[in-house]
Nanobody, 123 residues
Framework: VQLQASGGGLVQAGGSLRLSCVVS????????MGWFRQAPGKEREFVAA????????LYAESVKGRFTISRDNAKNALYLQMNSLKPEDTAVYYC?????????????????WGQGTLVTVSS
């Protein structure tokens, strides 16, 4: 199973980006999925998660109201719409497939991870 994340780049503060993640095989449709990020010199942190049905979502407090997670099970795809970006959102963003079907903020609950895509927000 491979996860390919894309959509990162350089954006000014206040701008928007949309991250995408495609899973290589049909294994994610019954699994929760999530986004995590890791800034330079910091530990990986939870960003957002979505259950396999798509209706149950979780967000870190730092992104709530600005980021929206969604998925398209027919395309084995996960998305993260990021609006009102701040310099502190600068990080490598990773998509992941959970072991179970629920949304979860716990990294240990994720089985497969993508390679990451870099988001840089300038002030």
């Amino acid at each position: 199973v491979q996860l390919q994340a894309s959509g990162g780049g350089l954006v000014q503060a206040g701008g928007s980006l949309r991250l995408s993640c495609v899973v290589s095989k049909h294994t994610s449709s019954n699994n929760g999925m999530g986004w995590f990020r890791q800034a330079p010199g910091k530990e990986r942190e939870f960003v957002a998660a979505i259950a396999w049905r798509g209706g149950d979502t979780l967000y870190a407090e730092s992104v709530k109201g600005r980021f929206t997670i969604s998925r398209d099970n027919a395309k084995n795809a996960l998305y993260l719409q990021m609006n009102s970006l701040k310099p502190e959102d600068t990080a490598v963003y990773y998509c992941a497939v959970a072991r179970g079907s629920a949304s979860t903020p716990n990294a240990e609950s994720y089985r497969y991870w993508g390679q990451g895509t870099l988001v840089t927000v300038s002030s």
